[in-house]
């Protein structure tokens, strides 16, 4: 059977290379969906550049799912439609990629639902099959791609996700609408499985590659991956990031972005070292010291502070800001005031939330 691919203009945009925020969830202080600070981080990512939005995701929190909760549907509704509206008003052409999650009667449900919105490709998080082998794996990921392309992605055991080896991602990578990669694991062995899976795969000039490693962005985007494979050199590079820390100071991400693609041989070790900064940002925002627990809170009290979330409520009342972790961000807020995007955002922030 044939596959359904992206259009051409989409995997035009995913493989040259673009800046994904993935998307948090804004909640009021009864933890109810606040649909117009919802809007007003979309239309926040949009105007700050990004060229993709990744909905319900894990920064998007996986709960939303849950039938008492039921936010999956309106949370992908609502960004599509502004999404939809920014393109029409602008020409421009958004990546919009919808997470995809669970045993493969809900992961098929959900990027159903996803493709009939609009969403051009799922990202397929396998959290659900902690002991499955990679031959059941691989026979969910198919079924999910009969509906729409897929993006991979490696999750952090930390936050939920599983060891996936090179055999693994060799044979993902293989699948005919593969379209892309998020790697996130955290850890460069696991990094390396995934890009040598990719250059094993016979596909690796059709799959684009995105950092998901919040604790190395600026490394991962810089470097150049290698791979002697059937007697060929095959040369791959990580061409964006799909991250939750690009849903914050979106705008500085852009940027850098496009300083790093633009970036003279001479320029890299300043890159390297501004890429320090931004690692020591993410320990601090992400709650590193307390093994990620801190994560949705710490993103949401940056966009607190900038006005665009109201407060930092998650789905999980007893997740809290701590003031250790408030102490961290206010340090790295006055140690590199360089990346945020503040004024941006105040210059906007009436217009989104209207």
């Known amino acids: 059977m044939a596959f359904p691919q992206l259009a051409g203009y989409i995997a035009e945009i995913l493989n040259k290379g673009v800046v994904i925020p ?23 990512y949009l105007d700050a550049g990004a060229g993709g939005i990744a909905v319900g995701v894990h920064t998007t929190q996986f ?7 039921g936010l999956y549907q ?3 509704e609502l960004a599509g439609e502004e999404i939809d509206r920014f393109c029409a008003m602008s020409g421009k052409s958004i990546i919009k990629i ?5 045993k493969t009667p809900q992961a098929v449900k959900e990027a ?3 493709a009939r919105l609009g969403y051009h490709a799922g990202l397929l998080s396998l959290s659900a099959w902690p002991d499955a082998s990679n031959k059941e794996l691989l026979q969910h990921c198919r ?3 009969e509906i729409f392309p897929l993006v991979g992605f490696y999750l952090q055991p930390a936050v939920g996700g599983r060891y996936l080896d090179v055999d693994f991602w060799r044979a993902f990578a293989a699948m005919e609408n593969v379209a892309a990669i998020k790697i996130a694991p955290f850890n460069r062995y696991n990094t390396l499985d995934v890009i040598r899976g990719v250059a094993e795969s016979g596909r690796a000039e059709a799959v684009a590659l995105y950092t998901g490693n919040d604790d190395n962005i600026v490394a991962d985007l810089l470097t150049e991956y290698i791979f002697s494979t059937g007697g ?6 990580m061409v964006g990031g799909l991250l939750g820390h690009w849903a914050f100071w979106t705008k500085s991400a852009v940027e850098l972005l496009d300083r790093i693609f633009h970036a003279k041989n001479d320029k890299v070790p300043d890159l390297l070292n501004l890429g320090i900064h931004i690692t020591d940002s993410n320990a601090a925002v992400f709650d590193v010291s307390h093994n990620f627990a801190g994560c949705f809170v710490g993103i949401h009290e940056i966009l607190r502070r900038q006005g665009l979330l109201e407060g930092v409520w998650t789905l999980k009342p007893d997740e809290q800001l701590t003031n250790a972790q408030k102490t961290e961000i206010d340090r790295i807020y ?3 005031p360089d990346l945020n995007d503040d004024r941006f955002v105040a210059e906007n922030l009436d217009r989104w939330l209207r």
Do not use: C, F, W
Not at 22 to 42: F, G, K
């Open 63 to 69: 709960e939303i799912r849950k039938p008492q909760i």
């Open 232 to 237: 060929k050199m095959i040369k791959k590079r």
């Open 334 to 336: 006055e140690a590199y």
């Open 98 to 102: 919808a997470g995809i999650i669970g």
């Open 22 to 44: 993935a998307h948090p969830l804004a909640l009021s202080r009864n933890r109810r969906l606040d649909e117009r600070r919802q809007r007003a981080l979309t239309r926040y």
């Open 112 to 114: 159903t639902l996803a």
């Open 143 to 145: 079924a999910v791609s």
């Open 74 to 76: 309106p949370v992908l």
